[in-house]
């Protein structure tokens, strides 16, 4: 087995490495050349934890995407027809990114691509940064095998970002935002041409050609960030927070409350399976001291469609409740609030983190996050049908489920302790881009 091969298969998670083993099947059945590369390598490589499966197929990204849906029932999402990609969400909160290697050729800077199939050699050509431009074959008469023709392995180790092309910025100008958010996420630096290059795009007003839908993927990104609150200070220090909302400058950005909530997220550790719809609790946050009508500057300029709109802001209201229940004195009881917090969303739970200045609320969610929910999914179905004599897949499992869980957590100390934070704090960067530009 090749060194990166046994890299990656022991940074999988059980969950990643079968949703891998089935994307593998499904381009071997479709005979078509599989790859995986974008972050999903450079995470593996880097040592960083692997957070979406990037796959690329010299071939019909969507079809494969659709066999693999049809054989196993996992839901499809955003599928890209121009660029023949789609998003799978696979069981425990897996997210897997299947796309066509493509070439993209732009007529000039900020335009629509012209799109056509390609090798996975042009493909990586195409890309942003030379860490994002690596790929592993998955065939297999070359499985394990590293494709890096920009030297990504070696800027990895250097710690430093690098353009893949003199034209990467100017081609699509919204890889300056992906710059200082990899930047701030990772602490890299910046190599010195890819500064002069993103200073040139700045000179020349290039951000202006960022395209609302665009920035609303960007936004989404930010807002899933670790370190969300260093990037939109950096945005800010750069002038770019502008484009996401014009009136989104000096006091009306709410730096404060983006690190309180950076904190807050710290309390919901990566391992657990507890999805977080971030983008609206990010808004809620960054926007507390906007006007209406200021809020409804950035839902235009970053196109947001409805769903995200009311994920921002029904968040304040759809808690009031939660923090009322979470209060009531029976919560003392583990399966009691166990009950009450399952039913809550995950936004919900850091909001109120974020929000509530009760500390027996803080602290009955700190105990739901971080000893309650964890114990819970350490219970296997196999555990629950051996000592309960039912197999899985019945509404009757289900109940019994409920109830070896309530008493597995019953039977804990029920002393209530302020738990530790899980994750380390945020690091806090030096200064990389802002050294550059003020
Ligand atoms: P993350 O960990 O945030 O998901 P990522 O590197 O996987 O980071 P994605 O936005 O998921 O970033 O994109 C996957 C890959 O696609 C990137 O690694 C990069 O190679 C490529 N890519 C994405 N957006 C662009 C872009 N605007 N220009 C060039 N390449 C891009
Ligand atoms: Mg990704």
């Known amino acids: 087995m090749s060194d990166y091969l046994y890299t990656l298969e ?31 390598l450079r995470d593996m490589i880097a040592g960083f934890p692997i957070r979406d499966l990037n796959f690329v197929v010299e ?41 066509m290697a493509r070439e993209e050729k732009y007529a000039k800077a900020g335009a629509k691509p012209t799109i056509s199939p390609a090798t996975i050699y042009e493909d990586l050509r195409n890309r942003d940064f030379t ?16 494709i890096d023709p920009n030297n990504g392995l070696g800027d990895l180790e250097r710690r430093e970002l690098r353009t893949v092309s003199k034209y990467t910025f100017y081609d699509d100008p ?38 609302a839908e665009a920035l609303r993927q960007e936004l989404h990104h930010i807002a899933g960030e670790p370190t969300s609150a260093e990037i939109v200070k950096e945005l800010d220090d750069q002038g770019l927070l502008t484009l996401f909302c ?12 983006l690190q309180k909530l950076q904190k807050a997220r710290q309390n919901v550790a990566l391992e657990l399976n507890l999805p977080v719809e971030n983008m ?39 808690v009031k409740k939660l923090a009322v229940e979470l209060k009531q004195p029976k919560m003392t009881k583990p399966s009691v609030l166990y009950g009450a917090a399952q039913k809550a969303q995950g936004a919900e739970l850091v909001y109120l983190l974020y929000k509530s200045t009760d500390r027996t609320v803080q ?24 000592a309960t004599g039912i197999e899985p897949g019945s509404a009757k499992f289900e109940k019994a489920k409920s109830t070896f869980i309530a008493k ?31």
């Open 10 to 40: 022991s940074h999988l998670n059980a969950a990643q490495s079968e949703a891998l083993a089935t994307v593998q099947t499904a381009a071997n059945e479709a005979g078509l050349n599989l790859f995986l590369a974008g972050g999903a």
């Open 131 to 146: 860490i994002n431009a690596i790929a592993m074959s998955l065939n297999r008469a070359s499985k394990g095998l590293l």
């Open 174 to 211: 919204v890889r300056i935002l992906r710059l200082i958010r990899f930047a701030k996420r990772f602490q890299f630096t910046i190599d010195e041409r890819t500064l002069q290059q993103y200073e040139n795009v700045r000179d020349a007003n290039l951000e202006r050609k960022i395209g």
């Open 363 to 386: 602290d009955r969610i700190k105990n739901y996050l971080q000893k309650y929910l964890p114990a819970a999914q350490e219970i296997t179905d196999e555990e629950i049908s051996e």
């Open 280 to 318: 609206g609790l990010f808004l809620t946050v960054l926007c507390e001291k906007l006007a209406p009508k200021e809020r409804a500057g950035l839902k235009t300029a970053c196109a947001l469609d409805k769903p995200a709109v009311q994920a921002w802001e029904r968040l304040d209201g759809r």
């Open 59 to 99: 071939g019909n990204g969507i079809a494969l995407a659709k066999a693999i849906v049809k054989k196993t029932g996992w839901e499809m999402a955003a599928p890209d027809t121009r660029r023949n990609r789609a998003e799978l969400l696979f069981p425990q909160n897996v997210r897997v990114e299947i796309a």
């Open 408 to 438: 597995r957590l019953d039977a804990r100390p029920k002393k209530i302790v302020e738990p530790e934070a899980v994750m380390p704090p945020a690091p806090q960067h030096p200064p990389l881009v802002s050294s550059v530009r003020r």
């Open 246 to 257: 014009p009136a989104m400058m000096g006091d009306k950005v709410n730096h404060a409350g």
